[in-house]
Nanobody, 130 residues
Framework: QVQLVESGGGLVQAGGSLRLSCAAS????????MGWFRQAPGKEREFVAA????????YYTDSVKGRFTISRDNAKNTVYLQMNSLKPEDTAVYYC???????????????????????WGQGTQVTVSS
């Protein structure tokens, strides 16, 4: 069973920065793409960023391009989301998730839809004040 534990959320002023971390259990972390999603109150969970198993391919939703950076350290079984120039509209619970397809299945590109991901963390709250 895979467990994902997020950390690093908090309260920050607009324009500030936060770095989220997601630590994964198990020995297969480096075989799977990872993603970050967020859910604001009253809204559906949405894609934020994803990274391939090797780290070579990254995707971002348009609203965070140029401000957020996803990265991973396979030796530490950890994926990160560096968030800069935060805006009040970034306020949400942020979740990390593991792609359901591994590179053993020939998957190269990380997914961007919720239904591609089958393991989820418990979430970490990010609140950006204006």
């Amino acid at each position: 069973q895979v467990q994902l534990v997020e950390s690093g959320g908090g309260l920050v002023q607009a324009g500030g920065s936060l770095r989220l971390s997601c630590a994964a259990s198990g020995r297969t972390f480096s075989s799977y793409a990872m993603g970050w999603f967020r859910q604001a109150p009253g809204k559906e969970r949405e894609f934020v960023a994803a990274i391939s198993w090797s780290g070579a391919i990254t995707y971002y939703t348009d609203s965070v391009k140029g401000r957020f950076t996803i990265s991973r350290d396979n030796a530490k079984n950890t994926v990160y989301l560096q968030m800069n120039s935060l805006k009040p509209e970034d306020t949400a619970v942020y979740y990390c998730a593991r792609d359901s397809r591994s590179y053993y299945s020939g998957s190269v590109f990380p997914g961007t839809s919720l239904d591609r991901y089958n393991y989820w963390g418990q979430g970490t709250q990010v609140t950006v004040s204006s």
